[in-house]
């Protein structure tokens, strides 16, 4: 179909990256109608929805066993649009398993691939680019030390300046973020950051509300708020409260609830930089199946999960992962934060901007245009 594109977004990450091309193309006067599987946000902003795409939330080797089934229907479905409508192009987002089994599928059919977010080659299974660049006509990359990886394997290749450093850069004020939270000037703040996927929920609540609950054993003054990424999160975050109920609710608003923040407790995941970007002194915790936390740790060829850690490479977050996410001793953690370890976190956090810096409007429209094409508006 002429001038139309694909796009597989899903998630808090990959929906913020759909709505920046989105904007992008716009900007750059493409004339494009989209559709494809994306979350709420990319469906209010225009996107017809042709599937739930809530299933690549899952993460993990076992986790993804047990999802088979539902992965397989998915892809059949996706299979049976782009055979259809056959788009002119489809833009996917992160989930390199399953995307490039669909960048696969498009090259077979004549349709042009662009991929965002690059597979982290640099980290574990580097022998994957030989599959991208027979499948993919053009890539985006958050991360500037991504650029040489694809372009010596001679994918072309962009880099996008982060979306968060413009949204991190719009957040308010810490006494404006309190004062819209209801929060006083003078208590000490935790915000929580579970993570948006149901599995990390359910992995990670419980151990956050621990760790919170010893914390404020030991400064009886703390306030805590949690940020949930989406309504439908709220029950499994419940559950895990229990008879909890000095928690505070932040829902779809992370950034002002770190804005307000003194120190937080983040799961591993986009969270870390969103929560480095802001400047805040920070712990970063992620437990998954054991079968796959043991495989990982065979294959993952980094020293460090945080990406703040990784981009500046040394670990400036404390990372407890697993059986180490032990509350009492990430609690302790948390406390020194509040003091001068966390001042010292701060001032080694100034130069992770420099680090997310993309290539400037014009060259990533030339890039959407070469490889979208499309009518002009």
Same mark, same amino acid.
């Given at each position: 179909m002429g001038n139309s594109v694909f796009l597989i977004a899903v998630e808090r990450s990959g929906e913020n990256l759909g709505l920046d091309i989105l904007r992008r193309t716009q900007a750059a006067g493409l004339g494009l109608h989209w559709y494809g599987v994306v979350g709420a946000r990319l469906q209010a902003a225009g996107v017809r929805s042709v599937a739930d795409g809530e299933v690549l939330g899952v993460m993990g080797f076992v986790e993804v066993l047990r999802h088979y089934a539902a992965l397989r229907r998915l892809y059949a479905r996706i299979e049976a649009v782009l055979r259809q409508e056959r788009p002119q192009a489809v833009v996917l987002? $992160?989930?390199?398993?399953?995307?490039?089994?669909?960048?696969? +599928?498009?090259?077979?059919?004549?349709?042009?691939?662009?991929?965002?977010?690059?597979?982290?080659? !640099?980290? !574990?299974?580097?022998?994957?680019?030989?599959?991208?660049?027979? /499948?993919? $006509? /053009?890539?985006?990359?958050?991360?500037?030390?991504? /650029?040489?990886?694809?372009?010596?394997?001679?994918?072309?290749?962009?880099? +996008?300046?982060?979306?968060?450093?413009?949204?991190?850069?719009?957040?308010?004020?810490?006494?404006?973020?309190?004062?819209?939270?209801?929060?006083?000037?003078?208590?000490?703040? +935790?915000?929580? +950051?579970?993570?948006?996927?149901? =599995?990390?929920?359910?992995?990670?609540?419980?151990?956050?509300?621990?760790?919170?609950?010893?914390? /404020?054993?030991?400064?009886?003054?703390?306030?805590?708020?949690?940020?949930?990424?989406?309504?439908?999160?709220?029950?499994?975050?419940?559950?895990?409260?229990?008879?909890?109920?000095?928690?505070?609710?932040?829902?779809?608003?992370?950034?002002?609830?770190?804005?307000?923040?003194?120190?937080?407790?983040?799961?591993?995941?986009?969270? =870390?930089?969103?929560?480095?970007?802001?400047?805040?002194?920070?712990?970063?915790?992620?437990?998954?199946q054991p079968v796959t936390f043991w495989l990982a740790r065979r294959l993952v060829r980094v020293p460090f999960v945080a990406m703040p850690n990784i981009l500046l490479q040394q670990k400036i977050y404390p990372e407890y992962l697993q059986d180490a996410f032990q509350p009492k001793i990430v609690a302790e953690a948390l406390e020194r934060l509040l003091g001068p370890a966390g001042r010292a976190q701060c001032a080694a956090l100034e130069a992770l901007p420099e680090k997310l810096r993309g290539d400037d409007d014009a060259a990533i429209a030339a890039a959407l245009e070469a490889v979208l094409g499309g009518g002009r508006a």
């Open positions: 987002i $992160d989930h390199p398993a399953f995307n490039l089994r669909v960048a696969r +599928l498009a090259k077979s059919l004549g349709i042009a691939v662009l991929y965002v977010v690059g597979p982290q080659i !640099w980290a !574990w299974r580097a022998g994957r680019i030989a599959k991208m660049r027979e /499948r993919i $006509d /053009r890539m985006l990359v958050l991360f500037p030390f991504e /650029r040489p990886l694809y372009a010596e394997a001679g994918i072309p290749v962009q880099v +996008l300046p982060h979306p968060l450093l413009a949204q991190c850069q719009a957040a308010p004020s810490r006494e404006a973020a309190r004062a819209a939270l209801g929060i006083a000037a003078d208590v000490p703040l +935790l915000a929580l +950051l579970p993570g948006s996927r149901p =599995t990390e929920l359910r992995r990670l609540a419980r151990g956050m509300v621990e760790t919170a609950q010893c914390l /404020r054993e030991r400064l009886p003054q703390l306030e805590v708020a949690v940020a949930l990424a989406r309504e439908d999160l709220l029950p499994l975050w419940q559950s895990a409260l229990g008879e909890e109920r000095g928690i505070r609710l932040v829902l779809a608003q992370s950034l002002l609830l770190l804005a307000a923040a003194d120190v937080v407790l983040v799961a591993s995941g986009t969270a =870390t930089l969103e929560t480095a970007l802001m400047r805040r002194p920070a712990v970063v915790v992620y437990a998954m």
